[in-house]
């Protein structure tokens, strides 16, 4: 009989997905004279020639005149640093990037790329506050801890009396109902004779 196996997984590393964490890093090139708002007049001092020394953010392609963010060989405005997904602004907060390119906070990341619960398709990302994600692996398949139950009398597989997988016919069933199973098919089979 096989058995489902547990395993811990810290984040999602060698699930095949590289996970690289990164910290931001800001540089205060530009100290800013008291701009004010609309003072063209006194700032920026030498506007055309000024303004091409201003690198330029990865994102809108303005030139960046205050406080530079760098990150992933980029530089970026601050607010210009966001998660692909939910848009809020990175700056300062760990973040990730994936083969592409892209930027994601960390729970968007876990959301897109850990790996689904077969049961209920939701990612098995680590709980609020927890760097481990506990992933259940049974018949090639991923599963939640708490969804990882016995299909036909719904009891949880991986603690209590009942424990463990007995799969059938790619089935998830505790040891009781894959016997009933067995019987109902044998006594089938017997009848059919
Ligand atoms: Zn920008
Ligand atoms: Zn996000
Ligand atoms: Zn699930
Ligand atoms: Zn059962």
């Known amino acids: 009989m096989q058995r489902g196996s547990r395993k811990a997984l810290k984040g999602i590393m060698g699930h095949g997905c590289q996970e690289q964490l990164l910290e931001t890093t800001d540089s205060h090139l530009w100290s800013t004279e008291p701009s004010g708002h609309g003072q063209?007049?006194?700032?920026?001092?030498?506007?055309?020639?000024?303004?091409?020394?201003?690198?330029?953010?990865?994102?809108?392609?303005?030139p960046i005149m205050e406080r530079i963010l760098r990150a992933t060989g980029k530089t970026y405005h601050p607010h210009c640093f966001t998660c692909v997904v939910c848009q809020r602004s990175l700056?300062?907060?760990?973040?990730?990037v994936d083969t592409?390119?892209?930027?994601y906070c960390i729970e968007d990341f876990h959301r897109q790329f850990a790996p689904r619960?077969?049961?209920?398709?939701?990612?098995?990302?680590?709980?609020?506050?927890?760097?481990?994600?506990?992933?259940?692996?049974?018949?090639?398949?991923?599963?939640?801890?708490?969804?990882?139950?016995?299909?036909?009398?719904?009891?949880?597989?991986?603690?209590?009396?009942?424990?463990?997988?007995?799969?059938?016919?790619?089935?998830?069933?505790?040891?009781?109902?894959?016997s009933a199973r067995i019987q109902a098919l044998t006594a089938k089979a017997t009848t059919d004779l």
């Open 100 to 103: 592409g390119g892209n930027i």
């Open 40 to 62: 063209a007049v006194s700032w920026p001092p030498v506007e055309a020639s000024f303004e091409k020394t201003l690198e330029q953010c990865s994102v809108c392609a303005k």
């Open 117 to 178: 619960c077969s049961v209920c398709k939701e990612p098995i990302m680590p709980a609020q506050g927890q760097e481990e994600t506990v992933r259940i692996v049974a018949l090639d398949r991923d599963f939640h801890v708490q969804c990882y139950r016995c299909e036909d009398c719904g009891g949880l597989l991986s603690e209590g009396d009942n424990q463990g997988c007995y799969p059938l016919d790619g089935h998830v069933l505790c040891k009781t109902c894959n």
């Open 91 to 96: 700056d300062g907060v760990p973040f990730t």
